[in-house]
């Protein structure tokens, strides 16, 4: 029997199959994907082969093989630098929650998460969150930050998954294709899905007081499907994004900016660091490339662990 995975609990997979019909499944014994050593051997979204067994008085399915993925959204672990987690896969796109405070999402995490994004050729969409409550000040930094990922080529949507603001425009580009939320905890995931479909009820939380961050209501990764066409993965808050395999030499190809100028520097390896005549230290003298995202570069290249020593904002020398 063929289904996708829905939900994943570590030990337990939720599996709908192509009648309609769900099933709890786990794997037979272990359960390996060649070239891939995480945490999760099988994801959500992933398209899977199982058969039925009796366990008792209940029945159950048995995962024994997994198709080949169009792609995967995979991350290390910051505290477990070894091992790595796949968060979901078989996406049409993702969308990125944004928020300028309460909590803080800084530009070293967005541009870590695009750079995987667009190493597996996922279309990434930026969602700056909670624009509701932001003062001028604030929403001028929003403005600034947007216009300059639009710049890129990502596309920025300012919205209010509280009031309803922009919900439509985010519904219009989900419809009939898999998409996956992504974000910090209290980023507002959850309920931006209950914004596009109450009738989910996801589970949501304040932020915490005390430590200005989300609190983790959503556990493990789980896909709905909606009313309006298409189907949503709702993610755990992720607190750091870690990149995995990635080599020095083409980590500047997945920031769209610096693989448009890669051509024009003086060495065809350039890495964009100490070398001479490098048309992306040029672009950043001139300021037609963004400090912040560079500071970001390189530290991926450099293979800083993430640090956050710079304002969602700052792109100043």
């Known amino acids: 029997m063929t289904g996708t995975v829905y939900k994943s609990t570590g030990s337990w997979y939720t599996v709908k199959n192509q009648e309609g019909d769900f099933f709890e499944c ?64 078989n996406l049409d796109q993702v969308f990125l929650l944004v928020t300028l405070n309460n909590p803080v999402t800084y530009t070293i995490f967005i541009d870590r998460f695009l750079a995987t994004a667009e190493a597996y050729e996922i279309p990434t969409i930026l969602l700056f969150n909670k624009v509701d409550t ?39 580009l989900m419809t009939n294709t898999t998409s996956m939320f992504a974000g910090h905890s209290g980023a507002g995931k959850s309920t931006l899905v209950n914004a596009l479909e109450p009738s989910l009820d996801l589970k949501t939380a304040e932020i915490s007081e005390q430590h200005l961050q989300g609190q983790h209501t959503t556990t493990f990764a789980e896909m709905f499907d909606l009313d309006f066409g298409g189907r949503i993965i709702d ?64 530290q991926m290249v450099t293979g800083e662990e993430e640090t956050y020593r710079t304002d969602i904002h700052d792109n100043k020398k």
């Open 134 to 172: 932001y003062e001028i000040e604030e929403l001028a930094e929003i403005k600034f930050l947007a216009e300059m990922y639009r710049k890129i080529g990502y596309t920025c949507i300012g919205i209010s998954a509280k009031t309803g603001k922009n919900v439509d425009k985010v519904k219009e």
């Open 235 to 298: 993610t755990p808050g992720i607190k750091g994004f870690g990149i995995v395999d990635m080599e020095k030499d083409e980590i500047g190809d997945y920031f769209p900016e610096f693989f448009a100028l890669k051509g024009e520097c003086k060495f065809n390896n350039c890495l964009h660091l100490d070398e001479p005549k490098c048309a992306v230290k040029e672009a950043l003298e001139n300021d037609e490339v963004a400090w912040s995202r560079y500071r970001s570069y390189v």
């Open 26 to 89: 786990r794997i037979k014994g272990k359960f390996r994907i060649q070239g891939i050593k995480s945490t999760n051997p099988i994801a959500v979204g992933d398209v899977v082969e199982f058969e039925i067994e009796q366990l008792g008085d209940d029945t159950v399915g048995v995962i024994h093989h997994i198709e080949d993925r169009k792609n995967y959204i995979i991350r290390k672990s910051v505290n477990l630098s070894k091992q790595t987690h796949i968060i979901a896969a």
